[in-house]
T-cell receptor, first 115, second 117 residues
Framework: EAQVTQNPRYLITVTGKKLTVTCSQN?????MSWYRQDPGLGLRQIYY???????DKGDVPEGYKVSRKEKRNFPLILESPSPNQTSLYFC??????????????FGPGTRLTVL | AQSVTQLDSHVSVSEGTPVLLRCNYS??????LFWYVQHPNKGLQLLLK??????LVKGINGFEAEFKKSETSFHLTKPSAHMSDAAEYFCVVSRIMFSGGYNKLIFGAGTRLAVHP
């Protein structure tokens, strides 16, 4: 089954404790991205990756890092989480061919709470 | 620059009555537009998309949307609401990033649809 998986699905942590949220897709997609969802703001892009070893900032990158060492994986790293990073996080993947109408496939989300 | 405005943060309807979720967009280019749905504690699912073909787009679960360039609107409708339609709905505009053809999604703030018996 074609899918994007994220782990963990739920995470409660404390300020300053480094954490990683994993994202993996089995569709051989080149492009992957991370979004955060906050009430009244919709989803905002954090980082994206166009291929292995190619990443770039989205609209709200502060406080986050990413890496893309393998095509299928795109982990999100919070080196020193703060309470304002409490949010619902989504990973997504897509292929570029065909233009802007390509569907992006979303993972199930990771709900993060930083105390 | 692209942007999306969902005109209602909450919409409440009775089961069996029509649904209208309103979306206006702003785009410098001919846009691609999407509606995604998010059920409670679930991920996002694509309902339908417009990519410059037919202006009336039919999606899953009986939803459809009409692209109106003159009004810069892409409203989502359904003739008869079902209890299972209760969810949050996002209107999304997409544009190609010049580097590599990646399509960036720009989300509206969302509309929460409640369906009452």
């Amino acid at each position: 089954e074609a899918q994007v998986t994220q782990n963990p699905r739920y995470l409660i942590t404390v300020t300053g404790k480094k954490l990683t949220v994993t994202c993996s897709q089995n569709m051989n997609h080149e492009y992957m991205s991370w979004y955060r969802q906050d009430p009244g703001l919709g989803l905002r892009q954090i980082y994206y990756s166009m291929n292995v070893e190619v990443t770039d900032k989205g609209d709200v990158p502060e406080g986050y890092k990413v890496s893309r060492k393998e095509k299928r994986n795109f982990p999100l790293i919070l080196e020193s989480p703060s309470p304002n990073q409490t949010s619902l996080y989504f990973c997504a993947s897509t292929q570029p061919a065909g233009g802007p109408g390509n569907e992006q496939f979303f993972g199930p989300g990771t709900r993060l709470t930083v105390l | 620059a692209q942007s999306v405005t969902q005109l209602d943060s909450h919409v409440s309807v009775s089961e069996g009555t029509p649904v209208l979720l309103r979306c206006n967009y702003s785009s410098s280019y001919s846009p691609s537009l999407f509606w995604y749905v998010q059920h409670p504690n679930k991920g996002l699912q694509l309902l339908l998309k417009y990519t410059s073909a037919a202006t009336l787009v039919k999606g899953i679960n009986g939803f459809e949307a009409e692209f109106k360039k003159s009004e810069t609107s892409f409203h989502l409708t359904k003739p008869s609401a079902h209890m299972s339609d209760a969810a949050e709905y996002f209107c999304v505009v997409s544009r190609i990033m010049f580097s590599g053809g990646y399509n960036k999604l720009i989300f509206g703030a969302g509309t929460r649809l409640a369906v009452h018996p």
